[in-house]
């Protein structure tokens, strides 16, 4: 994953954001004072979930796409992406007039795939993981002869996501710190090396899935380091090696790097819901992750989180929606043993509901064999206020002589 130019200059994030600017949205700055309670800190979220494609990629696709000669717009563009720089490359490849042909992951997200091809790409989809993808869009470049449009590794990309640093620090130049997704590097080494030409006393800090951390890996042994395997719900993050001009970058850039595992990650997603009424996806959230988790400590000034992206599978945010609220105390199940009598199970579920706890399923078992033929098994899954509501329920009940297994 060979880096196509030399680092990107400030001039070209500046010139990036002026050819962007009739093409993207400039997306808010939104605070939340629930969510500022809740980490005793100020931090602004800037929300490009809301863009164009539903990330920021389209920046950084739009802005290297654009620098194609006609003879190269002609050829074509191909890329490998798990979702987000599709959409950004297929859309950006309409814009200027060009066919772009897009390489995912066999796993990779429905709604993403379906969406790339709404805005006019061919997409094929090969192996495991980007990686995998990456090598297949290679094989295409050199037998088609499209411009191949890396996602991370390249100047012009990288000036293109750079251009939110730009507008973040137009809008609050006394932000503090900047907490910014790390995938491969493309996003957080733009935003870094733009952010500290204008400030450089600004502090940057990437975030990984602690199931995608080859940076964090990197770092740690100082050198280039893959990780062999990666494991994720923040898909968009899921990159086993960073690029070596993102890497290059990023030592010199960024002050600090953090992982959050997919438990902090579904939570952070279950507070985006919540508290901002906004869809965020896995990637986009790790930012808040990190803060929620005490991973990354806030200081007295502002702090910014980049939201990546909010393109997230629906059958993936039920599910996440469902641990984080176990995440957050506001689910729990809990089984006994009852006399195999009736009116046992109406009195043990009235109990719960004096207890001021909702019951969402009910599973009276028979046959386990490790229960008396004279007792019956009941499984409940409880809707809660909190941790604490929940303790008070079960130690309520075994004062009531119910034993909880």
């Avoid at 992406?81 to 490849?93: D, E, I, M, T, Y």
């Avoid at 399923?361 to 899954?381: G, I, K, L, S, T």
Wanted: contains cysteine; hydrophobic residues 45%; proline residues 4%.
């Amino acid at each position: 994953m060979a880096a196509t130019r030399g680092w990107p200059t400030l001039e070209d994030v500046e010139e990036a954001k002026r050819q962007l600017a009739p093409i993207i949205y400039r997306t808010p700055l939104y605070e939340s004072g629930a969510v500022n309670d809740l980490l005793g800190a100020r931090v602004l979220f800037k929300l490009e979930n809301l863009q164009r494609s539903g990330s920021f990629k389209i920046r950084g696709a739009y802005n290297r796409i654009r620098q194609l000669s006609p003879e190269e717009l002609r050829r074509g563009v191909v890329a490998a992406s798990a979702g987000n720089h599709a959409q950004g490359v297929a859309l950006a490849a309409g814009l200027v007039g060009t066919t772009a042909v897009i390489v995912t992951p066999e796993g990779a997200s429905l709604n993403k795939i379906e969406a790339t091809r709404a805005y006019g790409a061919e997409v094929r989809q090969v192996g495991e993981s980007f990686d995998d993808a990456f090598q297949e869009a290679e094989r295409l470049a050199r037998e088609t002869g499209r411009v191949l449009i890396h996602a991370f590794d390249d100047a012009g990309v990288i000036a293109g996501q750079g251009t939110l640093a730009l507008e973040v620090l137009e809008e609050r130049p006394d932000a503090e710190t900047l907490v910014i997704p790390v995938g491969g590097g493309g996003l957080v080494s733009g935003m870094a090396l733009a952010a500290k030409a204008v400030n450089p006393r600004i502090k940057v800090i990437g975030v990984q899935a602690s199931g995608a951390d080859a940076v964090v890996r990197s770092r740690r042994l100082g050198r280039l380091q893959a990780t062999p395997r990666v494991r994720t719900v923040a898909d968009g993050i899921a990159v086993k090696r960073p690029g070596a001009l993102t890497y290059a970058m990023i030592e010199a850039l960024v002050d600090d790097l953090v992982t959050v595992d997919d438990h902090e990650i579904s939570r952070a997603i279950v507070v985006f819901l919540e508290r901002f009424k906004l869809m965020v996806e896995g990637a986009g959230a790790v930012g808040l992750a990190a803060l929620l988790s005490g991973k990354v400590t806030p200081g007295p000034g502002p702090v910014v989180c980049l939201v990546s992206g909010g393109n997230i599978d629906l059958t993936l945010l039920a599910r996440i929606v469902e641990k984080g609220l176990v995440e957050e105390g506001r689910q729990c199940d809990l089984s006994t043993v009852l006399p195999d009598q009736p009116g046992q199970l109406s009195r043990f579920l009235d109990r719960i509901a004096a207890l001021k706890a909702n019951v969402i399923r009910v599973n009276h078992e028979r046959w386990d064999p490790a229960v008396a033929p004279q007792d019956v098994r009941v499984d409940v899954v409880l809707e809660t206020r909190d941790r604490a509501h929940q303790q008070a329920i079960r130690e309520a009940l075994r004062r009531d002589g119910y034993q909880l297994l």
